[in-house]
Nanobody, 113 residues
Framework: VQLQACGGGLMQAGGSLRLSCAVS???????????LDWYRQAPGKSREWVGF???????EYLDSVKGRFTISRDNAKKTVYLQMNSLTAEDTGVHYC?????WGPGTLVTVSS
């Protein structure tokens, strides 16, 4: 199983980014039957959970991103998205997706204040 997160970059505070996490090495049915988490790790800090999407597309979020971030999934593409709006400097960090214990290499988001 491989996960590839992409879409990170440099953004000014208040801006938006959409991250993608493409999952490969699994069948479509396996992907549909699994949830997926997003985590992030800010410089010098521990990795923290950001959100989760269930097999039915219901999402849960870290309190500090509620109302700003939205997780969605496209089962046909075996891809999960993290739409990030109203970015703040506290959102800076490497963002990772994880599925069934497998982790991708992460994508860096840098928000300038």
């Amino acid at each position: 199983v491989q996960l590839q997160a992409c879409g990170g970059g440099l953004m000014q505070a208040g801006g938006s980014l959409r991250l993608s996490c493409a999952v490969s090495g699994v069948s479509g049915s396996t992907f549909r039957d699994s949830g997926l988490d997003w985590y992030r790790q800010a410089p010098g800090k521990s990795r923290e959970w950001v959100g989760f999407i269930t097999t039915r597309g219901r999402a849960e979020y870290l309190d500090s991103v509620k109302g700003r971030f939205t997780i969605s999934r496209d089962n046909a593409k075996k891809t999960v998205y993290l739409q990030m709006n109203s970015l703040t400097a506290e959102d800076t960090g490497v963002h990772y997706c994880t599925n069934s214990g497998f982790w991708g290499p992460g994508t860096l988001v840098t928000v300038s204040s």
